[in-house]
């Protein structure tokens, strides 16, 4: 019988994303000095989210993964995972995803497990020959949000010529390409929220069609 679910890994993500958003965009004092020194700080702690955000994205993917990989789990559709045949042959989930986790990055030509890339996370699963590797597929899709958030993580937290027109190309996307990173994210919506909420949104989303 299934004794752990994908739902709680769902959960955990989902609770820890909104929270994300909660402390997105402070208000800013209007007196002074503090109306010109909170600013910077407001817009750099906004950036650093995406940080966490792709953190966040990438833990949930590798934690259904293993699970699912160790079976013994419940899907959030109400499906029980058995385990892989690979887990079996080498001796543990564990040994598995990192068998075939490692052989997936060499073939992608990754230094490490990209686990925050929807194409090496649905290779693995079908590497690992996982009865839901066919779900893996919904963490994929367009507008392709998890590479906007790599892209966007990887100019602010290396601001050089080399990542300036991934982030570009992001910004591009949305109708803005000389935004500052901050003021990207501010970006109004429809339904009145702002482009990062609609990135926490859109990967909850996924994560969830991905656990059913």
Known sequence: MATATL?????????RTTELTRGADPPIPTHAPYNVSCPPV??????????????????????????????????????SLQPTPKASELGSAKAALNETSKRIRVEMGRVNPPWHDPEFI??????????????????????P???????????????HDRNLPDYQYVAAAYGNPLAKPAQLLRTGRTGGITLFDEWV??????AERASM
Not at 145 to 159: A, G, K, L
Request: proline share 2%.
């Open 122 to 143: 649905v290779r693995v699963a079908q590497g690992l020959e996982l009865e839901n590797a066919a779900r893996f597929e919904e963490l994929t899709g367009t507008p």
């Open 42 to 79: 407001h817009d750099a702690a906004h950036e650093i989210l995406v940080v966490r955000l792709q953190t966040l994205w990438g833990e949930f993917s590798r934690e259904i993964l293993y699970l699912s990989c160790q079976g013994g789990v419940m899907t959030v559709g109400g499906i």
């Open 145 to 159: 949000v998890p590479r906007y958030v790599t892209s966007f993580r990887n100019y602010i937290v290396h601001r």
């Open 7 to 15: 739902q709680e890994v769902l959960t955990k993500f989902v609770e």
């Open 201 to 206: 949104r859109t990967l909850q989303v996924r």
